[in-house]
């Protein structure tokens, strides 16, 4: 069973930045994509950003896209967020999601396997 865990979240001020990070374990070779969603109180799991691990390809959220990084380090089945100039509309549990396939897939329902989430609280 694949297990993700998350990590690196925390309290920051609008403007900062946090890092945050997924270790996969027991990970198949049959999952090929990764992808980072949040989910703020009161709403829907929004779609962030998402790498296939290999040959890397990425594709973010238009709320994110260049303030936010998605990258992996393969060696150790660990996948990143860089998240920069950070704003309080960002603040929300994020969470780690892998999935058996190839493809920019904004439906979370599509992933097959998730973090525990780790909370990220952006203050203004």
């Known amino acids: 069973q694949v297990r993700l865990v998350e990590s690196g979240g925390g309290l920051v001020q609008a403007g900062g930045s946090l890092r945050l990070s997924c270790a996969a374990s027991?990970?198949?070779?049959?999952?090929?994509?990764m992808a980072w969603f949040r989910q703020a109180p009161g709403r829907e799991r929004d779609f962030v950003a998402t790498?296939?691990?290999?040959?890397?390809?990425?594709y973010y959220a238009d709320s994110v896209k260049g303030r936010f990084t998605i990258s992996r380090d393969n060696a150790k089945n660990t996948v990143y967020l860089q998240m920069n100039s950070l704003k309080s509309e960002d603040s929300a549990v994020y969470y780690c999601?892998?999935?058996?396939?190839?493809?920019?897939?904004?439906?979370?329902?599509?992933?097959?396997?998730w973090g525990q989430g780790t909370q990220v609280t952006v203050s203004s």
């Open positions: 999601a892998a999935r058996n396939g190839i493809g920019v897939v904004y439906n979370g329902a599509l992933y097959n396997y």
């Open positions: 790498i296939t691990w290999s040959p890397g390809f990425t």
């Open positions: 027991e990970l198949t070779s049959s999952v090929k994509t």
